[in-house]
DNA sequence: TTGAATGCAAAACATTTGCATATAC
DNA sequence: GTATATGCAAATGTTTTGCATTCAA
């Protein structure tokens, strides 16, 4: 019995599927795939070359439109931020954001972690920090109440 | 003598350009001024249409122009991720990410802290946390060695 | 059978680029 | 005067959408 722990978790989706009323294809169940045994964070067009040999037909836009899907079903999620266009800060104190799923607001928010981010990561040795980015994303106490 | 702060600021602008060789234009001041007086982390678009009524000939690819010179001359800097394209992960395991800004790696990085974020944020009632996305941006060992 | 997913083509959207003109220095 | 920045127009690159067909349930 091999690939276990792709097999757990294409069982997952499946049941997922079900729940959600999606149909199980093809092509969601190799695009997971793709995802799930790549370490390098592929986007949409690398995801389309690397099934395109299992899945000869898929089209680009077939695998945006299940990424979104996959998303919705919490099985993978984006490591960019949710945000579609650039927005810019010119306050260099040390803070972090907080971005409304429902308003779609950007609040400042000041944790005292984003310092002990670098100092970890600097004493780990994992690279040369240039910045760091705190994104918390999640619903803000003005959307909370509402329904 | 009002808006000292940004006065300062606008003077740091200003000496920067000089250094970096770059021409001090009402188009750069204006749109510096209007992200730093902008509490809404302004994307181009809304900048253009802010900066209009005092530069009315201006054009939205100045903007992108000069978002880019400010960035450089670390005047601003972009909320969003540095990444142009949405990248994909599979893995729940909470980790955080390491974007090398030389050759375009995401690298998991394990740390401690972003559980505390979320207790943070939790404890102080920002909000109601889905889920807190560490970007560290920076130079992975492999490229330090590098020119 | 039937409604959802796909493939194709075209559109939409943010952002970038080429080039002639305007402007800071 | 000269090199850089700008405005305009067109292009680029990613992502989305409309629609007829295919396919999972």
Redesign the pocket.
């Known amino acids: 019995m091999q690939n276990t722990e792709l097999n757990k978790k294409l069982e997952e989706l499946k049941l997922r599927?079900k729940k959600a009323?999606?149909?199980?294809?093809?092509?969601?169940l190799e695009i997971y795939k793709a995802i799930f045994e790549s370490k390098a964070h592929p986007?949409?067009?690398t995801l389309y070359n690397s099934i395109k040999n299992k899945?000869p037909?898929?089209?680009?836009?077939?695998v945006?439109?299940?990424l979104?899907?996959l998303e919705n079903l919490n099985m993978v999620f984006r490591v960019d931020s949710l945000l579609?266009?650039?927005r810019f800060d010119a306050d260099y104190t040390p803070h972090s954001h907080f971005l409304c799923t429902k308003c779609n607001e950007i609040y400042d928010i000041f944790l005292i972690t984003a310092q002990d981010v670098k100092n970890e990561v600097q004493k780990k040795g994992l690279g040369e920090v240039v910045d760091v980015n705190i994104q918390v994303r999640g619903i803000c106490p003005k959307c909370s109440g509402k329904n």
Do not use: F, P
């Open positions: 599927c009323n999606l149909r199980v294809t093809k092509q969601r986007d949409a067009e899945v037909n898929v089209a680009l836009d077939t945006y439109r299940t979104t899907s579609a266009k650039a």
